[in-house]
């Protein structure tokens, strides 16, 4: 079984900065793609940014030139910085992986979620 865990998320001031994390644990796998997605209150998931095996990466037009998508491959681990934070960011942020698993299919797996708050 996979396990995604994000962490990084809390309370932070419009201008301000946070990393977020997410470890993929479990089961014997190899990544696809991984990605961060958010959701505010009221609002439909939407995709931040997404980041494939081979390092190709993707934002939404909202976050470029603020928020850069990173992986350490060798410890299955994605990161989401997010610079210059705006109040419109504040929202739920879910950490998603499209892992290929022992067993030759390709699965979607997301981890629980980390609230992160921008105040102005």
């Known amino acids: 079984q996979v396990q995604l865990v994000e962490s990084g998320g809390g309370l932070v001031q419009a201008g301000g900065s946070l990393r977020l994390s997410c470890a993929a644990s479990?089961?014997?796998?190899?990544?696809?793609?991984m990605g961060w997605y958010r959701q505010a209150p009221g609002k439909q998931r939407e995709l931040v940014a997404t980041i494939s095996s081979g390092g190709s990466t993707n934002y939404a037009d909202s976050v470029k030139g603020r928020f850069t998508i990173s992986s350490d491959n060798a410890k299955n681990t994605v990161y989401l910085q997010m610079n210059s934070l705006k109040p419109e960011d504040t929202a739920v942020y879910y950490c998603?992986?499209?892992?290929?698993?022992?067993?030759?299919?390709?699965?979607?797996?997301w981890g629980q979620g980390t609230q992160v708050t921008v105040s102005s």
């Open positions: 479990g089961s014997t796998f190899s990544i696809s793609s």
């Open positions: 998603k992986g499209i892992l290929r698993l022992s067993d030759g299919f390709t699965r979607h797996y």
